[in-house]
Protein backbone atom coordinates (compact mmCIF):
# COMPACT_ATOMS: atom_id res chain seq x y z
CA UNK A 1 0.00 0.00 0.00
CA UNK A 2 1.47 3.40 -0.74
CA UNK A 3 1.59 6.47 1.13
CA UNK A 4 -1.78 7.89 0.13
CA UNK A 5 -3.62 5.00 0.44
CA UNK A 6 -2.17 4.73 3.98
CA UNK A 7 -2.89 7.88 4.62
CA UNK A 8 -6.44 7.74 3.27
CA UNK A 9 -6.77 4.79 5.30
CA UNK A 10 -5.72 6.28 8.64
CA UNK A 11 -8.13 9.37 7.90
CA UNK A 12 -10.87 6.61 7.99
CA UNK A 13 -9.26 6.10 11.91
CA UNK A 14 -7.94 2.62 10.68
CA UNK A 15 -5.15 1.95 13.67
CA UNK A 16 -3.63 -0.99 11.61
CA UNK A 17 -2.78 1.59 8.62
CA UNK A 18 -0.94 4.12 11.40
CA UNK A 19 0.27 0.62 12.60
CA UNK A 20 1.84 0.28 8.75
CA UNK A 21 2.95 4.22 9.18
CA UNK A 22 4.94 3.23 12.01
CA UNK A 23 6.70 0.93 10.86
CA UNK A 24 7.76 2.45 7.89
CA UNK A 25 9.10 6.03 8.95
CA UNK A 26 9.18 5.42 12.84
CA UNK A 27 12.74 4.53 12.78
CA UNK A 28 13.68 7.46 10.53
CA UNK A 29 12.01 9.90 12.69
CA UNK A 30 13.31 8.43 15.65
CA UNK A 31 16.99 8.36 14.68
CA UNK A 32 16.57 11.99 13.41
CA UNK A 33 15.56 12.98 16.77
CA UNK A 34 18.62 11.09 18.48
CA UNK A 35 20.92 12.82 16.20
CA UNK A 36 19.55 16.33 17.30
CA UNK A 37 18.96 15.24 21.07
CA UNK A 38 21.64 12.22 21.60
CA UNK A 39 18.86 10.92 24.40
CA UNK A 40 17.16 8.37 23.58
CA UNK A 41 13.81 8.56 25.86
CA UNK A 42 13.79 12.15 24.50
CA UNK A 43 13.71 10.92 20.95
CA UNK A 44 11.23 8.51 21.05
CA UNK A 45 9.12 11.29 22.65
CA UNK A 46 9.74 13.32 19.81
CA UNK A 47 8.92 10.22 17.75
CA UNK A 48 5.71 9.48 18.99
CA UNK A 49 4.60 13.42 19.09
CA UNK A 50 5.45 13.76 15.30
CA UNK A 51 3.92 10.19 14.60
CA UNK A 52 0.98 10.94 16.59
CA UNK A 53 0.10 14.57 14.75
CA UNK A 54 -0.09 12.15 11.52
CA UNK A 55 -3.12 10.10 13.46
CA UNK A 56 -4.67 13.00 14.70
CA UNK A 57 -4.56 15.14 11.03
CA UNK A 58 -4.12 13.18 8.52
CA UNK A 59 -6.48 14.83 6.48
CA UNK A 60 -4.81 17.80 6.72
CA UNK A 61 -1.53 16.14 4.97
CA UNK A 62 -3.93 14.12 2.72
CA UNK A 63 -4.99 17.74 1.28
CA UNK A 64 -1.42 19.32 0.74
CA UNK A 65 0.03 16.06 -1.12
CA UNK A 66 3.77 16.24 -0.26
CA UNK A 67 6.41 13.51 0.24
CA UNK A 68 5.22 11.94 3.43
CA UNK A 69 9.08 10.88 4.19
CA UNK A 70 10.36 14.70 3.91
CA UNK A 71 7.43 15.91 5.79
CA UNK A 72 8.00 13.67 8.81
CA UNK A 73 11.99 14.36 8.53
CA UNK A 74 11.56 18.01 8.47
CA UNK A 75 9.39 17.89 11.46
CA UNK A 76 11.54 15.40 13.84
CA UNK A 77 14.35 17.87 12.72
CA UNK A 78 12.12 21.08 13.68
CA UNK A 79 10.70 19.21 17.08
CA UNK A 80 13.97 18.21 18.55
CA UNK A 81 15.34 21.35 17.98
CA UNK A 82 12.84 22.60 19.90
CA UNK A 83 13.46 20.37 22.78
CA UNK A 84 17.21 20.76 22.50
CA UNK A 85 16.48 24.64 22.95
CA UNK A 86 13.79 24.34 25.26
CA UNK A 87 11.86 26.49 23.65
CA UNK A 88 8.03 26.90 21.86
CA UNK A 89 7.32 25.04 19.01
CA UNK A 90 8.83 26.79 15.51
CA UNK A 91 5.99 26.12 13.40
CA UNK A 92 2.27 24.41 14.07
CA UNK A 93 2.84 20.83 13.51
CA UNK A 94 0.58 20.17 10.69
CA UNK A 95 0.93 23.38 8.87
CA UNK A 96 4.01 22.67 7.03
CA UNK A 97 3.67 21.96 2.97
CA UNK A 98 6.05 20.30 1.21
CA UNK A 99 4.44 19.88 -1.59
CA UNK A 100 7.02 17.54 -3.83
CA UNK A 101 6.96 16.70 -7.49
CA UNK A 102 8.17 13.12 -6.63
CA UNK A 103 4.80 13.46 -4.19
CA UNK A 104 4.03 10.09 -2.36
CA UNK A 105 7.47 8.93 -3.90
CA UNK A 106 8.01 4.81 -4.13
CA UNK A 107 9.64 3.48 -1.06
CA UNK A 108 12.43 2.02 -3.45
CA UNK A 109 12.81 5.35 -5.24
CA UNK A 110 12.90 7.50 -2.06
CA UNK A 111 15.80 4.73 -1.12
CA UNK A 112 17.88 5.25 -4.30
CA UNK A 113 17.66 9.35 -3.68
CA UNK A 114 18.89 8.98 -0.18
CA UNK A 115 21.53 6.79 -0.86
CA UNK A 116 23.01 9.36 -2.87
CA UNK A 117 22.50 11.87 -0.74
CA UNK A 118 24.40 9.81 1.25
CA UNK A 119 27.02 9.61 -0.92
CA UNK A 120 27.68 12.96 -1.63
CA UNK A 121 27.87 13.64 1.70
CA UNK A 122 30.98 11.39 2.17
CA UNK A 123 33.07 13.92 -0.21
CA UNK A 124 31.39 16.95 1.10
CA UNK A 125 34.64 18.92 2.42
CA UNK A 126 34.74 19.43 6.39
CA UNK A 127 34.59 22.95 6.27
CA UNK A 128 30.63 22.68 4.60
CA UNK A 129 30.17 19.30 6.75
CA UNK A 130 30.47 21.36 9.81
CA UNK A 131 28.50 24.43 9.93
CA UNK A 132 25.60 21.89 8.01
CA UNK A 133 26.11 19.93 11.05
CA UNK A 134 26.14 22.80 13.59
CA UNK A 135 23.32 24.61 11.71
CA UNK A 136 21.09 21.56 11.13
CA UNK A 137 21.11 18.99 13.76
CA UNK A 138 22.59 21.29 16.59
CA UNK A 139 20.34 24.28 15.65
CA UNK A 140 22.83 27.08 16.44
CA UNK A 141 22.57 30.23 14.51
CA UNK A 142 25.08 31.15 11.82
CA UNK A 143 26.35 34.16 14.68
CA UNK A 144 26.83 31.18 17.22
CA UNK A 145 28.34 28.68 14.46
CA UNK A 146 30.90 31.48 13.58
CA UNK A 147 31.98 32.54 17.22
CA UNK A 148 32.11 28.64 17.45
CA UNK A 149 34.22 28.15 14.49
CA UNK A 150 35.89 31.31 14.15
CA UNK A 151 34.93 32.21 10.59
CA UNK A 152 33.10 34.90 9.43
CA UNK A 153 30.22 35.10 9.42
CA UNK A 154 29.38 35.27 5.45
CA UNK A 155 31.90 32.95 5.47
CA UNK A 156 29.45 30.42 7.80
CA UNK A 157 26.52 31.78 5.22
CA UNK A 158 28.18 30.73 2.20
CA UNK A 159 29.74 27.28 3.34
CA UNK A 160 26.28 26.05 4.33
CA UNK A 161 24.91 26.97 1.32
CA UNK A 162 27.46 25.49 -0.46
CA UNK A 163 26.74 22.40 0.82
CA UNK A 164 23.37 22.26 0.88
CA UNK A 165 23.43 22.91 -2.99
CA UNK A 166 25.79 19.62 -3.14
CA UNK A 167 22.80 18.23 -1.67
CA UNK A 168 20.23 19.34 -4.03
CA UNK A 169 22.41 18.88 -7.34
CA UNK A 170 23.13 14.71 -6.25
CA UNK A 171 18.81 15.01 -5.55
CA UNK A 172 18.23 16.17 -9.27
CA UNK A 173 21.05 14.12 -11.41
CA UNK B 1 16.59 41.40 1.82
CA UNK B 2 14.00 43.38 1.24
CA UNK B 3 10.28 43.20 -0.49
CA UNK B 4 11.48 44.23 -3.42
CA UNK B 5 14.48 42.31 -4.22
CA UNK B 6 15.08 38.76 -3.20
CA UNK B 7 15.89 37.43 -0.47
CA UNK B 8 20.21 36.27 -0.76
CA UNK B 9 20.09 32.73 -1.02
CA UNK B 10 22.50 32.20 1.75
CA UNK B 11 19.43 33.78 3.66
CA UNK B 12 16.68 31.58 2.26
CA UNK B 13 18.93 28.59 3.41
CA UNK B 14 19.16 29.84 6.58
CA UNK B 15 15.47 30.80 6.89
CA UNK B 16 14.73 27.10 5.97
CA UNK B 17 16.06 25.81 9.16
CA UNK B 18 14.92 28.62 11.28
CA UNK B 19 18.32 30.26 12.01
CA UNK B 20 17.89 33.89 11.00
CA UNK B 21 17.70 36.38 13.97
CA UNK B 22 13.66 36.71 14.47
CA UNK B 23 13.54 40.08 12.28
CA UNK B 24 15.00 38.69 9.68
CA UNK B 25 12.68 35.34 9.99
CA UNK B 26 9.85 37.92 9.45
CA UNK B 27 11.53 40.01 7.47
CA UNK B 28 11.87 37.23 4.75
CA UNK B 29 8.36 35.60 5.66
CA UNK B 30 6.76 38.69 4.37
CA UNK B 31 8.61 38.74 1.28
CA UNK B 32 7.78 34.80 0.84
CA UNK B 33 4.06 35.64 0.98
CA UNK B 34 4.39 37.46 -2.26
CA UNK B 35 7.39 36.14 -4.60
CA UNK B 36 7.14 32.84 -6.21
CA UNK B 37 10.47 32.94 -7.05
CA UNK B 38 11.92 32.74 -2.82
CA UNK B 39 9.01 30.13 -2.39
CA UNK B 40 9.87 27.86 -4.83
CA UNK B 41 13.85 28.55 -4.05
CA UNK B 42 12.50 27.94 0.04
CA UNK B 43 10.37 24.42 -1.12
CA UNK B 44 13.80 22.82 -2.85
CA UNK B 45 15.69 24.27 -0.12
CA UNK B 46 13.91 22.51 2.56
CA UNK B 47 13.31 19.32 0.51
CA UNK B 48 17.26 19.13 0.32
CA UNK B 49 17.27 19.50 4.09
CA UNK B 50 14.52 16.53 4.33
CA UNK B 51 17.24 14.56 2.36
CA UNK B 52 20.00 15.41 4.33
CA UNK B 53 18.02 14.58 7.54
CA UNK B 54 17.13 11.29 6.13
CA UNK B 55 20.65 10.42 5.44
CA UNK B 56 21.07 9.79 9.33
CA UNK B 57 22.34 6.71 9.93
CA UNK B 58 19.79 4.02 11.38
CA UNK B 59 20.43 3.29 15.17
CA UNK B 60 17.26 1.42 15.51
CA UNK B 61 14.46 1.85 17.34
CA UNK B 62 14.56 0.98 21.71
CA UNK B 63 12.72 -1.94 23.02
CA UNK B 64 8.98 -2.04 22.82
CA UNK B 65 8.68 1.09 21.07
CA UNK B 66 6.00 0.11 19.18
CA UNK B 67 3.80 -1.22 21.90
CA UNK B 68 3.89 2.31 23.73
CA UNK B 69 3.35 4.26 20.50
CA UNK B 70 0.11 1.87 20.13
CA UNK B 71 -1.14 2.51 23.54
CA UNK B 72 -0.63 6.08 22.92
CA UNK B 73 -2.54 5.53 19.58
CA UNK B 74 -5.64 4.18 21.21
CA UNK B 75 -5.50 6.87 23.97
CA UNK B 76 -5.43 10.02 21.45
CA UNK B 77 -8.77 10.77 19.44
CA UNK B 78 -8.25 12.28 15.86
CA UNK B 79 -9.33 15.94 14.90
CA UNK B 80 -12.29 15.78 13.02
CA UNK B 81 -11.46 18.20 9.50
CA UNK B 82 -14.51 20.80 10.25
CA UNK B 83 -13.06 21.08 13.81
CA UNK B 84 -9.67 22.03 13.30
CA UNK B 85 -11.11 25.46 11.73
CA UNK B 86 -11.39 28.20 14.19
CA UNK B 87 -14.55 30.08 14.99
CA UNK B 88 -14.48 32.85 12.73
CA UNK B 89 -13.67 35.88 15.30
CA UNK B 90 -16.59 38.53 13.89
CA UNK B 91 -19.52 39.79 16.12
CA UNK B 92 -21.25 41.71 13.33
CA UNK B 93 -25.28 42.70 14.44
CA UNK B 94 -27.22 39.87 13.59
CA UNK B 95 -29.76 42.36 11.76
CA UNK B 96 -27.07 42.72 8.93
CA UNK B 97 -25.35 39.31 8.82
CA UNK B 98 -25.64 37.60 5.88
CA UNK B 99 -24.36 33.39 6.33
CA UNK B 100 -21.31 32.98 3.83
CA UNK B 101 -20.00 36.32 3.98
CA UNK B 102 -16.87 35.66 6.60
CA UNK B 103 -13.59 33.84 5.60
CA UNK B 104 -11.07 32.31 8.00
CA UNK B 105 -6.83 33.82 7.69
CA UNK B 106 -4.93 31.14 7.10
CA UNK B 107 -1.26 30.14 8.01
CA UNK B 108 1.30 29.92 5.26
CA UNK B 109 4.68 27.96 5.92
CA UNK B 110 6.64 28.64 8.39
CA UNK B 111 4.79 31.37 9.96
CA UNK B 112 5.50 30.72 14.09
CA UNK B 113 3.08 29.53 16.90
CA UNK B 114 3.21 32.74 18.20
CA UNK B 115 2.15 34.45 15.25
CA UNK B 116 -0.70 35.99 14.00
CA UNK B 117 -4.36 35.01 12.76
CA UNK B 118 -5.51 37.87 10.94
CA UNK B 119 -8.84 38.07 10.77
CA UNK B 120 -10.33 38.80 7.30
CA UNK B 121 -13.61 39.62 7.74
CA UNK B 122 -16.41 40.61 4.83
CA UNK B 123 -18.85 43.52 6.48
CA UNK B 124 -22.45 43.04 6.06
CA UNK B 125 -24.34 45.34 4.05
CA UNK B 126 -27.32 47.40 5.25
CA UNK B 127 -28.71 49.51 2.14
CA UNK B 128 -32.11 49.88 4.20
CA UNK B 129 -30.18 51.76 7.07
CA UNK B 130 -27.82 54.12 5.09
CA UNK B 131 -31.24 55.07 2.70
CA UNK B 132 -33.31 55.73 6.12
CA UNK B 133 -30.12 57.79 7.83
CA UNK B 134 -28.96 60.16 5.48
CA UNK B 135 -32.43 60.40 3.22
CA UNK B 136 -33.81 62.71 6.08
CA UNK B 137 -31.48 65.58 6.07
CA UNK B 138 -31.07 65.83 9.63
CA UNK B 139 -27.58 65.74 9.47
CA UNK B 140 -26.33 65.72 13.09
CA UNK B 141 -28.49 63.20 14.07
CA UNK B 142 -28.14 61.40 10.95
CA UNK B 143 -24.18 61.36 11.84
CA UNK B 144 -24.56 60.67 15.26
CA UNK B 145 -27.00 57.35 14.02
CA UNK B 146 -24.20 56.74 11.64
CA UNK B 147 -21.74 56.49 13.93
CA UNK B 148 -24.36 53.95 15.80
CA UNK B 149 -24.37 52.23 13.12
CA UNK B 150 -20.80 52.00 12.26
CA UNK B 151 -20.15 50.59 15.48
CA UNK B 152 -22.93 47.84 15.03
CA UNK B 153 -21.52 47.38 11.26
CA UNK B 154 -18.16 47.41 11.52
CA UNK B 155 -18.55 44.50 14.70
CA UNK B 156 -16.51 46.22 17.27
CA UNK B 157 -15.69 42.98 19.64
CA UNK B 158 -13.02 45.04 21.12
CA UNK B 159 -11.56 47.90 23.42
CA UNK B 160 -9.11 48.49 21.22
CA UNK B 161 -11.64 49.36 18.25
CA UNK B 162 -13.88 51.35 20.69
CA UNK B 163 -10.82 53.53 21.29
CA UNK B 164 -9.89 54.01 17.86
CA UNK B 165 -13.70 54.58 16.22
CA UNK B 166 -14.42 57.22 19.70
CA UNK B 167 -12.40 60.20 18.18
CA UNK B 168 -14.74 59.62 14.99
CA UNK B 169 -17.66 59.14 17.30
CA UNK B 170 -17.61 61.77 18.74
CA UNK B 171 -16.76 63.86 15.79
CA UNK B 172 -20.21 63.27 14.62
CA UNK B 173 -22.15 64.06 18.21
CA UNK B 174 -20.50 67.20 17.80
CA UNK B 175 -21.32 68.11 14.27
CA UNK B 176 -17.86 68.41 13.09
CA UNK B 177 -17.52 65.37 10.89
CA UNK B 178 -17.14 66.35 7.13
CA UNK B 179 -20.06 64.54 5.69
CA UNK B 180 -18.70 63.95 2.14
CA UNK B 181 -15.77 61.70 4.18
CA UNK B 182 -18.21 59.92 6.22
CA UNK B 183 -20.25 59.00 3.67
CA UNK B 184 -17.15 57.61 1.78
CA UNK B 185 -16.76 55.93 5.25
CA UNK B 186 -19.96 54.79 5.34
CA UNK B 187 -19.87 53.19 2.10
CA UNK B 188 -16.33 51.37 2.59
CA UNK B 189 -17.75 50.08 5.72
CA UNK B 190 -21.22 48.78 4.53
CA UNK B 191 -19.88 47.62 1.24
CA UNK B 192 -20.20 43.74 0.78
CA UNK B 193 -16.90 43.67 -0.93
CA UNK B 194 -14.46 45.40 2.12
CA UNK B 195 -12.02 43.09 3.47
CA UNK B 196 -10.88 44.12 7.70
CA UNK B 197 -7.34 42.74 8.11
CA UNK B 198 -6.18 43.13 11.81
CA UNK B 199 -2.09 44.00 11.25
CA UNK B 200 0.17 42.99 14.32
CA UNK B 201 3.79 43.80 15.34
CA UNK B 202 6.97 41.66 15.60
CA UNK B 203 7.98 40.74 18.80
CA UNK B 204 5.55 41.75 21.07
CA UNK B 205 5.77 44.55 24.09
CA UNK B 206 2.91 45.83 26.40
CA UNK B 207 1.06 47.46 25.16
CA UNK B 208 1.62 46.46 21.59
CA UNK B 209 0.71 48.46 19.04
CA UNK B 210 -2.06 47.40 17.04
CA UNK B 211 -3.83 48.44 13.70
CA UNK B 212 -6.42 47.60 11.62
CA UNK B 213 -7.01 47.82 7.84
CA UNK B 214 -10.54 48.13 5.91
CA UNK B 215 -9.91 48.20 1.97
CA UNK B 216 -12.39 48.07 -0.77
CA UNK B 217 -10.66 46.95 -3.91
CA UNK B 218 -13.31 48.25 -6.28
CA UNK B 219 -13.82 51.62 -5.37
CA UNK B 220 -10.20 52.01 -3.39
CA UNK B 221 -11.63 53.05 -0.44
CA UNK B 222 -9.33 52.12 2.77
CA UNK B 223 -9.20 52.92 6.26
CA UNK B 224 -6.84 52.45 8.55
CA UNK B 225 -7.49 52.82 12.68
CA UNK B 226 -4.50 51.93 14.90
CA UNK B 227 -4.06 51.92 18.35
CA UNK B 228 -0.82 52.06 20.90
CA UNK B 229 1.03 53.23 18.16
CA UNK B 230 4.89 54.36 19.66
CA UNK B 231 5.40 57.90 19.57
CA UNK B 232 7.58 58.91 16.44
CA UNK B 233 10.79 61.08 16.64
CA UNK B 234 10.12 64.91 14.92
CA UNK B 235 10.06 64.49 10.97
CA UNK B 236 8.59 61.09 10.83
CA UNK B 237 5.52 59.28 9.91
CA UNK B 238 4.16 55.72 9.96
CA UNK B 239 3.17 55.36 6.23
CA UNK B 240 0.82 52.11 5.10
CA UNK B 241 2.31 49.80 2.32
CA UNK B 242 -0.32 47.76 -0.03
CA UNK B 243 1.55 44.22 -0.09
CA UNK B 244 0.25 42.80 -4.09
CA UNK B 245 1.57 39.26 -4.61
CA UNK B 246 4.05 37.41 -7.26
CA UNK B 247 6.96 40.08 -5.38
CA UNK B 248 5.43 43.01 -6.81
CA UNK B 249 6.73 46.74 -5.09
CA UNK B 250 4.93 47.18 -2.22
CA UNK B 251 2.53 50.62 -3.36
CA UNK B 252 2.05 53.23 -0.57
CA UNK B 253 -1.27 53.88 1.11
CA UNK B 254 -1.03 56.87 3.10
CA UNK B 255 1.13 58.35 5.58
CA UNK B 256 -0.27 58.81 9.13
CA UNK B 257 0.89 59.74 12.84
CA UNK B 258 -0.31 58.78 16.24
CA UNK B 259 -1.98 61.62 18.92
CA UNK B 260 -1.25 61.59 22.22
CA UNK B 261 -2.67 58.58 23.22
CA UNK B 262 -1.19 56.42 20.33
CA UNK B 263 -4.32 56.32 18.56
CA UNK B 264 -4.22 57.26 14.62
CA UNK B 265 -6.98 56.98 12.30
CA UNK B 266 -6.47 57.27 8.14
CA UNK B 267 -9.37 57.24 5.33
CA UNK B 268 -8.33 57.03 1.81
CA UNK B 269 -11.01 57.95 -0.73
CA UNK B 270 -8.41 57.08 -3.74
CA UNK B 271 -6.55 54.60 -2.84
CA UNK B 272 -5.82 52.31 -5.76
CA UNK B 273 -8.04 49.90 -7.15
CA UNK B 274 -8.82 46.84 -8.23
CA UNK B 275 -5.75 45.31 -6.59
CA UNK B 276 -4.81 41.66 -5.82
CA UNK B 277 -3.69 42.13 -2.14
CA UNK B 278 -1.70 40.12 -0.18
CA UNK B 279 -1.31 42.14 2.85
CA UNK B 280 -0.58 45.09 4.80
CA UNK B 281 2.69 46.99 5.97
CA UNK B 282 3.32 50.13 8.23
CA UNK B 283 6.61 51.01 8.51
CA UNK B 284 8.43 54.83 9.25
CA UNK B 285 9.56 57.43 7.08
CA UNK B 286 10.23 60.51 6.67
CA UNK B 287 7.70 63.43 7.02
CA UNK B 288 6.12 62.97 3.66
CA UNK B 289 6.24 59.44 2.67
CA UNK B 290 8.49 57.61 0.58
CA UNK B 291 7.82 55.75 -2.58
CA UNK B 292 9.49 52.60 -1.06
CA UNK B 293 9.10 51.09 1.64
CA UNK B 294 12.00 51.74 4.75
CA UNK B 295 12.52 48.25 7.02
CA UNK B 296 11.49 47.12 9.35
CA UNK B 297 7.98 46.76 8.93
CA UNK B 298 6.68 47.57 12.36
CA UNK B 299 2.94 46.15 11.78
CA UNK B 300 1.99 43.60 9.01
CA UNK B 301 -1.05 41.54 8.24
CA UNK B 302 -2.74 39.40 5.63
Known amino acids: MDDAALLAAVAEGSQDAMAAVFDRYSRIVYCIALRVLKEPSLAEDVMQEVLLQVWKRPQSFVAQRGNLAAWLSVVARNRSIDVLRK??????????????????????????????????????????????????????????????????????????????????????? | MTDILHIADADLTLYAMGSLAPEEMEQARLHLLGCDKCREELRQSTLALAAYAQATPDAGLPEGAQDRFMMRLQQTPQMQAAAEAEPVKTAVAPVQTKPGQTKQGQAEPGQTTQAR??????????????????????????????????LLVVGIDDMRNRAAIGPLQGMAQRGEADTAQLNQLMELLTSSQAKRVALHPGPV??????????????????????????????????????????????????????????????????????????????????????????????????
Not at chain 2, 230 to 249: C, F, R
Open chain 2, 117 to 150: QPVVAAVAEPPSLWTTLFGTGAWSLALAAAMAVL
Open chain 1, 87 to 173: RAPLDPIGELPLPDPRDMALESEQTWLIDKVRGVLETLPAEQQGPLELAYFQGLSHTEIAERTGSPLGTVKTRIRAGLMTIRKAMTA
Open chain 2, 205 to 302: TAPPPDARVTYAARTGKLLLTASNLHPLPAGKVYELWILQPGGKKPLPAGTFAPDSTGNATMILADAPTNLAVQGFGVTVENDGGSDTPTLPIVLSGS
